[in-house]
C-alpha cells in the first residue's frame, strides 16, 4: 500500500516539530511538504528532517496541489486556526489540528461547518491526551475504580511558551525577554495567553473524564500582568449538577514539568463518588484511594501500545480502518469544552459568574 502523505503547515506552533519528527519516524508514513510564510520558522524541519527544496512551499494551495497530502497537520497562532482548517478543508485534505481547538466559539462552530461541509475528517491533537498517566487515570474511570467523577481538579502549564522549542530544546532567559515584546503569544489579537493556551487541557480532558457532562455555569479570574496584554495566570471554577471543579494555568511555573516537576504539581486530581485518583504529567505512576482501599495506593502507569501511542500513528490507524477519533480529538468533545473556555474567559473579562455558553 502506498505510504499516507504528509504536510505540516503553519509553523507558529512550536509543537510542528514534535509532530513532523513523529511522522519522520513513523515506517508508514512520508512528509511530503513543509509550508509557512516565513522560511525562517520552517529551518529546524527542514534540517532537522532532510526536507529537499521542491516540498517547501510558502502558500497553503500551492502546497497542497503540489504536495497533495493525505493528512494535513496544522500549527498555525490560535487566532487562525479557522481560517487554516478552511483553506486545507477546501482542498479535501484530513487535517491534524494542534491544539487548542479554536479562539472563539464562534471560529471553532466555523471549523466544524466547513469539516462537514467538505467531508474531510478533522482530529484535535492535545499533547497530555498521550501522556500514559492520564490515559491510566481514564481506564480506572471507565472501570468504576472510583464511581462517576464530581470534581476535576486540573494545575497545569510552564515556565512559559518561549522558554524552549520543538523537541523541548531550552531557550535562555535573554532570548525569552528579546522575543517576547514581538510573540504572538503575547497578542491578544493572536489568541495569547496562559488561559487560551492550557485552559483548553484541562476543560478538554475534564470532560473526558466526565464522558462528556458539561458545566451548568463558570467563574473564573485571570491575573493583567503590567505591561502585557495577555494573562500569564487564570483559576476557573466549573459548577456542575454534583460539584465543583477547578481549573488553573500558569506561565511562569517554578520549573518545567518535562524536566521537574513544580509546585503545585502539573496534572489532574480526580474526586468520584467512590474514590480519587491523582494523575501528575510525566510521572511513573497514579495514586488512588477508594472506599475499600482508602489508603492511597501508587499504580504504575499503563504501558502505552500502538496505535495508541502518539497523535500521528493513532490518526493515520482511524484513517486506515475508517473509524472515529475518540476522546479528546472528538471534534464533538472539543466543542463542550470550547464553551467552557469562552464562557472562562467572558467571565474573567466582566468579573462575574455566567451560566454555560450554548
Known amino acids: 500500500?502506498?505510504?499516507?502523505?504528509?504536510?505540516?503547515?503553519?509553523?507558529?506552533?512550536?509543537?510542528?516539530?514534535?509532530?513532523?519528527?513523529?511522522?519522520?519516524?513513523?515506517?508508514?508514513?512520508?512528509?511530503?511538504?513543509?509550508?509557512?510564510?516565513?522560511?525562517?520558522?520552517?529551518?529546524?524541519?527542514?534540517?532537522?528532517?532532510?526536507?529537499?527544496?521542491?516540498?517547501v512551499f510558502h502558500d497553503i494551495g500551492t502546497c497542497v496541489r503540489e504536495a497533495r497530502p493525505d493528512l494535513a497537520i496544522l500549527c498555525p497562532a490560535t487566532a487562525r486556526h479557522a481560517d487554516c482548517v478552511?483553506?486545507?478543508?477546501?482542498?479535501?485534505?484530513?487535517?491534524?489540528?494542534?491544539?487548542?481547538?479554536?479562539?472563539?466559539?464562534?471560529?471553532?462552530?466555523?471549523?466544524?461547518?466547513?469539516?462537514?461541509?467538505?467531508?474531510?475528517?478533522?482530529?484535535?491533537?492535545?499533547?497530555?491526551?498521550?501522556?500514559?498517566?492520564?490515559?491510566?487515570?481514564?481506564?480506572l474511570i471507565d472501570e468504576d475504580a472510583i464511581g462517576d467523577v464530581i470534581e476535576v481538579h486540573f494545575y497545569d502549564g510552564n515556565r512559559g511558551p518561549l522558554y524552549h522549542r520543538a523537541d523541548k530544546v531550552v531557550v535562555s532567559e535573554e532570548e525569552v525577554r528579546r522575543e517576547k515584546p514581538t510573540s504572538w503569544w503575547y497578542k491578544k489579537s493572536a489568541g495569547g495567553g496562559s488561559l487560551l493556551d492550557y485552559l483548553g487541557y484541562g476543560a478538554t480532558l475534564g470532560t473526558w473524564f466526565m464522558k462528556g457532562e458539561a458545566p451548568l455555569e463558570v467563574t473564573a479570574v485571570a491575573d493583567r500582568p503590567e505591561g502585557l496584554e495577555v494573562d500569564e495566570h487564570s483559576i476557573t471554577i466549573c459548577?456542575?449538577?454534583?460539584?465543583?471543579?477547578?481549573?488553573?494555568?500558569?506561565?511562569?511555573?517554578?520549573?518545567?514539568?518535562?524536566?521537574?516537576?513544580?509546585?503545585?504539581?502539573?496534572?489532574?486530581?480526580?474526586?468520584?463518588?467512590?474514590?480519587?485518583?491523582?494523575?501528575?504529567?510525566?510521572?511513573?505512576?497514579?495514586?488512588?484511594?477508594?472506599?475499600?482501599?482508602?489508603?492511597?495506593?501508587?499504580?504504575?502507569?499503563?504501558?502505552?501500545?500502538?496505535?495508541?501511542?502518539?497523535?500521528?500513528?493513532?490518526?493515520?490507524?482511524?484513517?486506515?480502518?475508517?473509524?472515529?477519533?475518540?476522546?479528546?480529538?472528538?471534534?464533538?468533545l472539543c466543542r463542550t469544552a470550547q464553551r467552557i473556555v469562552d464562557t472562562a474567559a467572558l467571565s474573567a473579562r466582566e468579573g462575574r459568574t455566567l451560566p454555560l455558553l450554548p
Open 1 to 55: 500500500m502506498r505510504k499516507p502523505r504528509i504536510a505540516g503547515i503553519s509553523f507558529e506552533h512550536a509543537h510542528m516539530g514534535d509532530l513532523l519528527r513523529e511522522a519522520h519516524e513513523h515506517p508508514n508514513a512520508e512528509i511530503v511538504g513543509v509550508c509557512d510564510p516565513e522560511t525562517a520558522r520552517m529551518a529546524d524541519a527542514i534540517r532537522n528532517f532532510a526536507i529537499p527544496a521542491d516540498r
Open 86 to 139: 478552511e483553506a486545507v478543508a477546501a482542498l479535501g485534505v484530513d487535517i491534524l489540528l494542534e491544539k487548542p481547538f479554536a479562539a472563539s466559539l464562534a471560529d471553532a462552530d466555523r471549523i466544524l461547518a466547513v469539516v462537514a461541509k467538505s467531508g474531510v475528517r478533522l482530529a484535535v491533537n492535545w499533547p497530555l491526551r498521550w501522556y500514559p498517566a492520564h490515559v491510566t487515570a481514564k481506564r
Open 239 to 332: 459548577r456542575y449538577r454534583r460539584g465543583l471543579s477547578k481549573l488553573e494555568t500558569r506561565w511562569g511555573a517554578f520549573t518545567d514539568p518535562w524536566i521537574t516537576q513544580p509546585q503545585p504539581k502539573c496534572g489532574f486530581v480526580l474526586v468520584g463518588t467512590e474514590g480519587t485518583i491523582s494523575s501528575y504529567d510525566f510521572e511513573p505512576h497514579v495514586a488512588i484511594q477508594t472506599r475499600a482501599h482508602p489508603e492511597i495506593q501508587n499504580l504504575p502507569v499503563d504501558t502505552l501500545e500502538a496505535p495508541f501511542r502518539k497523535p500521528v500513528e493513532y490518526v493515520l490507524h482511524c484513517r486506515e480502518k475508517g473509524v472515529a477519533f475518540e476522546g479528546p480529538l472528538d471534534p464533538a
